[in-house]
């Protein structure tokens, strides 16, 4: 039976600043009927990801931005509930681009999704954080681009996010010492408390960057760059000859109009290895990652937290969540039960 609505987010105008549902149509049409190699997927669980606001505005980018009208972009986890493809089956969960929305559709070709395995040991909001892309990206870009060694120092900013938190994490795997950058002194706890950082720096404080120096007597030898602006300055001034920084996003710029400026002097005077990736360029090794990051989660060594908002409705307000602080590990919206 075909359900009655599919609510959909379409993108009204670009955002100056913060994003508001002023932004969005919040409009109601028919769920797709599947065609020929398709899939109707009910959305359960939408991921909110900084680089939904990139997606919002015309800034240069690493794909196309959501077009005026088009619905609004967005990974996430459904399951699907009719087919008309060998590729999906009534019941299998499938993740990738859902968009914001109650229902989509999932092919083979360009829009293809991935089926989930059966009987998922985690959570599903975990299998868009720390067994998912969040925690993806913070596999590669700390082990491939960062190359730790035991006894080195990583410093990761935006530390108590979903990326972060999963980054100081494996650098304690690796034998490194963590010191995560946080705003607020909870946040700063949580890391040292609860997911075992060496440090924490609380970059809301007025003596942060004695925080930093004291946090890091030896230097900093990986830099997993989530921040941008001041921060990454201050801790680009503390980094040593030869060291590495994995840069992985900006967040401080996004809601701003100017490009992004920087001191670059550290990088050329300590010969800084300065790599900006995403994720997608290690698509070919996501099934690497995801098996041992579900390893580290089922054997406790990566811990992680989920903020859950309830409701398709919430998605404008609930991204600026991201640029406020309000959330802790992964962001994710309930959509609809499992
Ligand atoms: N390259 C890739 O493929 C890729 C993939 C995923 C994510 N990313 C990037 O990774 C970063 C983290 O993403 P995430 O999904 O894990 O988000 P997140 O860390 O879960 O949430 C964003 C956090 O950033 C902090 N923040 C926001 N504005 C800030 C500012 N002006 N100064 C300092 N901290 C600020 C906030 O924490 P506080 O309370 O500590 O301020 C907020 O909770 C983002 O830059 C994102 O674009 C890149």
């Given at each position: 039976m075909t359900p009655a609505r599919n609510r959909q987010f379409r993108l009204k105008s670009r955002p100056q600043g913060r994003?508001?549902?002023?932004?969005?149509?919040?409009?109601?049409?028919?769920?797709?009927?599947?065609?020929e190699g398709q899939a109707r997927v009910r959305v359960l669980y939408l991921s909110l990801d900084p680089t939904n606001?990139?997606?919002?505005s015309d800034m240069d980018q690493y794909m196309p931005p959501v077009a005026i009208g088009e619905v609004m972009r967005g990974g996430g986890i459904g399951v699907v509930e009719a087919s008309r493809s060998s590729r999906y089956r009534e019941g299998d969960l499938v993740t990738g681009l859902t968009g914001w929305q109650d229902y989509c559709l999932a092919d083979e070709g360009e829009n293809a999704m991935s089926v989930l395995p059966e009987g998922l040991p985690v959570s599903l909001p975990t299998m868009l954080g720390a067994c998912g892309m969040t925690g993806i990206?913070?596999?590669f870009g700390l082990l491939d681009l960062g190359r730790p060694q035991a006894g080195e120092t990583v410093v990761v900013s935006a530390a108590a996010g979903a990326v972060g938190s999963v980054v100081g994490q494996i650098a304690k795997i690796q034998g490194c010492r963590a010191v995560g950058i946080a705003g607020g002194p909870d946040k700063c706890r949580y890391l040292v408390e609860e997911l075992g950082f060496d440090?924490?720096?609380?970059?809301?404080?007025a003596d942060w960057q004695e925080q930093l120096a004291a946090a890091t007597p030896?230097?900093?030898?990986v830099n997993f760059e989530n921040v941008g602006g001041e921060i990454m300055e201050a801790v680009m001034r503390r980094m040593?000859?030869?060291?590495?920084?994995?840069?992985?996003?900006?967040?401080?710029?996004?809601?701003?109009?100017?490009?992004m400026r920087g001191d670059f002097s550290p990088i050329l005077m300590r010969r800084i290895d300065v790599r900006g990736f995403i994720v997608m360029d290690f698509l070919d090794r996501y099934?690497?990652?995801?098996?041992?990051?579900a390893q580290w989660v089922m054997e406790g060594r990566i811990k992680h937290r989920e903020t859950i908002v309830e409701g398709l409705e919430q998605a404008p307000e609930a991204v600026n969540m991201l640029f406020d602080g309000g959330n802790v590990g992964k962001l994710v919206v309930k959509v609809s039960e499992a």
């Open positions: 994003i508001s549902a002023d932004h969005f149509d919040f409009c109601q049409e028919a769920p797709p009927e599947p065609g606001r990139i997606w919002m990206t913070a596999y440090a924490a720096v609380d970059y809301k404080s030896d230097g900093i030898d040593n000859l030869f060291s590495r920084m994995p840069l992985c996003g900006m967040i401080s710029g996004y809601n701003q109009q100017e490009p099934a690497e990652a995801a098996a041992q990051l």
